[in-house]
């Protein structure tokens, strides 16, 4: 089976530089993630949410770092999963364009 979360938008605090230490600002996350459905599921509220809490209260200095922190988070929690790509994007830091970073596992 196969999980798709996308354009998941909320507000958080990311970055290195001063004002994104002190203001939260629009991140998107985008998520794909298979599984192996054997009569357990994997509710996707949940993982949307688990996202949310993990980014809200980590304050994540580097984007990396936090996909790495969400991918461990979610391959440890639900040990079905055999793959997930995982996407976060601040589109208001530049004003030109969106930037984002990604990342990719597998069992």
């Known amino acids: 089976m196969t999980i798709h979360i996308e354009d998941l938008k909320f507000q958080c605090i990311i ?3 001063d004002f994104e230490r002190t203001t939260p600002q629009d991140v998107i ?3 794909t993630l ?7 599921f994997i509710n996707y509220a949940d993982v949307a949410e688990l996202i949310k809490f993990e980014m809200k209260h980590n304050k994540f200095l580097l984007l990396e770092n936090a996909l790495n922190k969400l991918c461990e988070i979610l391959v440890h929690k639900h040990i079905s999963i055999i793959s ?3 996407k976060i994007t601040k589109p208001s830091i530049l004003s030109d364009c969106k930037v984002s970073v990604s990342t990719f596992y597998k069992s």
Do not use: E, R, S, V
Not at 34 to 40: P, V
């Open 15 to 17: 970055g290195i530089l």
């Open 29 to 31: 996350i985008n998520l």
């Open 84 to 86: 997930l790509n995982l």
């Open 34 to 40: 298979d599984y192996d459905y054997k009569g357990t």
